[in-house]
């Protein structure tokens, strides 16, 4: 099994800018950015895989996901500007193979490989 972890999360004001990190155990083709808030339905964020970047439109030029499998790293980032109190939310990040659509990974809770979360908390 491939392990997730994330780093990062941590409480800001509106307009600020938090870096998330995903460390993964192990190389897979896609990886992405999950949140899920109380009470609400987990939904992507932004994603990586063969086709490229998608992003989540309430995200779009905020948020920017890159990763680095140089030197056998593989570790996955989303930097995020501009935060506003609507980014309030628990991230996960998550590994699979293959090119999916990131609003059906989304709702399969059993599909790839999940991390435990970092909490971002954004104040107005």
């Known amino acids: 099994a491939v392990k997730l972890v994330e780093s990062g999360g941590d409480s800001v004001q509106a307009g600020g800018s938090l870096r998330l990190s995903c460390a993964a155990s192990d190389s897979l083709s896609s990886m992405g950015w999950f949140r899920q808030a109380p009470g609400k339905e987990r939904e992507g964020v932004a994603m990586?895989?063969?086709?490229?970047?998608?992003?989540a439109d309430a995200v779009k030029g905020r948020f920017t996901i890159s990763r680095d499998n140089a030197n056998a790293k593989n570790i996955l980032y989303l930097q995020m500007n501009n935060l506003k109190p609507e980014d309030t939310s628990m991230y996960y990040c998550?590994?699979?193979?293959?090119?999916?659509?990131?609003?059906?990974?989304?709702?399969?809770?059993?599909?790839?490989?999940w991390g435990q979360g970092t909490q971002v908390t954004v104040s107005s």
């Open positions: 998550a590994a699979w193979e293959g090119s999916f659509d990131m609003a059906w990974i989304a709702g399969e809770i059993d599909f790839g490989y």
């Open positions: 990586i895989d063969s086709d490229g970047t998608t992003y």
